[in-house]
C-alpha cells in the first residue's frame, strides 16, 4: 500500500497504544514518521520494531522548548512535514469534589496545551506547502463521565481547538486541513490501567463494554482507519471535523 508514498509525519505519544498504532500504519503505508514521547525506552522500541521510516524523538510536548528543538532536530526535514498528528494523553479519575489543581493543570497540559504546540508546530511547516492535522478527543468531550472530570474538559477544548485551527488556516488560504478523532473506550494500555486497577478486573471491562450501544471497547486499528483518512487525501473535502470511533455512545 501507498496511501503516504512521500508523505512525513509528526506523532505524538508515539511510544504506546494509539500513536505507535499510527505510526505502524503511516509506515506501512508508505509514509515516513518521527514519534515523540517521553518514555525513551519504550519509545526507542517502537521504533525500532516498526523499522528504518520511523525515528524517536523524545521530547515533553506540553513544553514549547521541546516543540523547538524538535523543529532544530528536523533542519531541512521541517518543511517536508505533511501531517501532525496529536495523540499524546492521559486520563486519570477525579470528581468535581476530589479534583486537585496540580492534577487539573498536569492533565490540561498534557492533552490540552501539548496539542495547541501540535498544531503550532505544524501550521508553521506547512503553511508554504500543504498537510493534515489530526487531534485526539474522546467521546467524553461530548459524552462526559463524573469520574474524569479535568479529562472531559480538555478534551471538549481539543474539539474546539480543532475547529479553529481549521477556520484560521482556510481563512488563510494555508492548503491544511484540521480534524479530529473522538475514540470511546478503545483497549490500550490506558484503558488497561483502569481495569487492573479495579477491584473486580471483569466486571470493569464489562462495564466498559457496556456502555457502548455495540456492547464492546474498540480496538486502536478501528481509530487509527479514522486518524488515517483523515490524514490522507480521502478526506479532501473534509476539515474542522471529527469522526467519532466509538460504538455508537455520541449517538446516545
Known amino acids: 500500500m501507498s496511501r503516504f508514498k512521500d508523505k512525513f509525519a509528526i506523532i505524538s505519544g508515539g511510544a504506546s497504544g494509539m500513536g505507535a498504532a499510527t505510526a505502524k500504519r503511516f509506515v506501512e503505508e508508505g509514509g515516513s514518521v518521527v514519534t515523540l514521547d517521553l518514555n525513551e525506552e519504550l519509545g526507542i522500541k517502537v521504533a525500532e520494531d516498526i523499522g528504518d521510516s520511523c525515528e524517536f524523538f523524545k521530547a515533553d510536548v506540553s513544553k514549547a522548548e521541546d516543540w523547538d528543538r524538535l523543529e532544530k532536530h528536523l533542519g531541512e526535514r521541517f518543511t517536508k512535514i505533511t501531517s501532525v498528528v496529536n495523540a499524546a494523553g492521559i486520563s486519570e479519575p477525579a470528581t468535581v469534589e476530589d479534583e486537585t489543581v496540580e492534577h487539573w493543570d498536569r492533565v490540561h497540559a498534557i492533552n490540552g496545551t501539548s496539542v495547541f504546540l501540535g498544531c503550532q508546530f505544524a501550521v508553521k511547516a506547512m503553511k508554504d506547502g500543504e498537510g493534515t492535522i489530526v487531534n485526539f478527543a474522546s467521546s467524553l468531550a461530548t459524552r462526559p463521565k463524573p469520574f474524569?472530570?479535568?479529562?472531559?474538559?480538555?478534551?471538549?477544548?481539543?474539539?474546539?481547538?480543532?475547529?479553529?485551527?481549521?477556520?484560521?488556516?482556510?481563512?488563510?488560504?494555508?492548503?491544511?486541513?484540521?480534524?479530529?478523532?473522538?475514540?470511546?473506550?478503545?483497549?490500550?494500555?490506558?484503558?488497561?490501567?483502569?481495569?487492573?486497577?479495579?477491584?473486580?478486573?471483569?466486571?470493569?471491562?464489562?462495564?466498559?463494554?457496556?456502555?457502548?450501544?455495540m456492547n464492546r471497547v474498540g480496538e486502536p486499528e478501528e481509530v487509527v482507519n479514522a486518524v488515517l483518512f483523515l490524514s490522507s487525501e480521502d478526506s479532501a473535502f473534509t476539515t474542522g471535523d471529527s469522526i467519532s470511533v466509538d460504538g455508537g455512545v455520541i449517538a446516545i
Open 148 to 213: 474524569v472530570i479535568a479529562y472531559n474538559y480538555s478534551k471538549a477544548g481539543v474539539l474546539v481547538l480543532t475547529r479553529t485551527v481549521a477556520l484560521h488556516c482556510a481563512e488563510m488560504g494555508y492548503k491544511i486541513r484540521c480534524n479530529a478523532v473522538q475514540p470511546g473506550a478503545i483497549n490500550t494500555p490506558m484503558m488497561q490501567r483502569y481495569v487492573q486497577a479495579a477491584e473486580n478486573s471483569e466486571q470493569q471491562l464489562s462495564e466498559f463494554a457496556a456502555s457502548h450501544p
